[in-house]
């Protein structure tokens, strides 16, 4: 009996992710064509946010129970699986082009990345750290509303405006996403337990992918469907996320000691670099760097299995 709720789990789980990635992904061009931005900036703060909840709440809960580790831990590893496993796979369904402000704001990513590291050097990111870096989001999102909505410039080329109901769509739309991705995890651990694979193995693969399917599912809608700049700016503002909401909201209900494995942070580096490089040069991210991407992935499992401290 158990094996078979836990499997219903995993296939309502995927209908929720494949039905509510498509609504998604139409209603982020359709609220950023209502409200005069493009939809890399939707993706890059109202979707980032809805499919960052899942880290949002593992981090703090993980905080909250004293399980400091966990939470340092979930926000790095992923924003290593949110570029070398998903941006990966979308890459390789298609090439993505992302637009000028995809650099701009990898930039900024690589910046939230660097200070939070920085301000964790002492061994600890105390909570007037974690208010540094919950202030450093505010700013960036005031950088971001300046650099680039401009409602004078286009309120003259449009008669409709996005409404409350608009951007709620969003949020419920993502919010399913999230529901889909947590009975996903649900049912493949439960299965997993019963099948005597190890924990370790279990957070590495089930539970990890798990809580990344929102991003996943519409990283891949947005490269099928050839919205490259909904699949990178989503992957961009959830890492953006991760690194100063979730480090920050986690480290402001407790303490987190900074014992990350140096090779985690050279991994994430590895992905990040060459990401911006390639956002840089072409405005995308090309089928070469996809394939570079899963190889990083692949080692990183590799690392994972082999008792590497990651």
């Not at 959830?238 to 690194?243: C, E, H, K």
């Amino acid at each position: 009996m158990g094996i078979i709720i836990w499997g219903s789990a995993i296939a309502v789980g995927i209908i929720l992710l494949v039905i509510f990635g498509d609504k998604l992904s139409d209603k982020i061009i359709d609220v950023a064509r209502k409200a005069g931005v493009s939809p890399l900036v939707i993706s890059l703060v109202i979707i980032s946010f809805a499919t960052t909840l899942p880290e949002i709440t593992t981090s703090a809960l993980a905080s909250f129970e004293g399980a400091e580790g966990i939470a340092l831990g979930n926000a790095l590893g992923s924003i290593f699986a949110n570029i070398a496993l998903i941006l990966g796979l979308a890459s390789l369904v298609r090439p993505l082009k992302a637009g000028e402000g995809a650099y701009e704001n990898s930039l900024v990513m690589l910046l939230s990345l660097g200070l939070a590291m920085l301000l964790s050097v002492d061994g600890v990111l105390s909570r007037l750290d974690g208010a540094i870096l919950l202030i450093a989001y505010g700013v960036y999102l005031r950088w971001l509303y300046r650099r680039h909505f401009r409602p004078g410039r286009e309120r003259a080329r449009r008669r409709e405006r996005a409404t409350p109901l608009d951007y709620a769509l969003l949020l419920i739309y993502g919010g399913l996403m999230v529901v889909g991705a947590r009975m996903v995890v649900f049912g493949g651990k439960n299965i997993a337990e019963v099948l005597g694979v190890p924990e370790y193995v279990i957070g590495a693969t089930i539970v990890a992918i798990g809580t990344s399917l929102p991003e996943m599912t519409n990283a891949l809608y947005g490269a099928v469907r050839e919205r490259g700049s909904i699949s990178v700016g989503n992957i961009i503002g959830a890492n953006i996320m991760n690194a100063l909401v979730v480090l920050g909201i986690a480290s402001l209900i407790r303490p987190l000691p900074t014992e990350a494995s140096t090779l985690t942070v050279l991994l994430v580096l590895l992905a990040m670099i060459p990401m911006i490089v390639s956002l840089k040069r072409s405005q995308g991210l090309g089928k070469d760097i996809g394939g570079y991407f899963l190889l990083l992935y692949a080692l990183y499992l590799y690392l994972l299995f082999s008792g590497a401290k990651l």
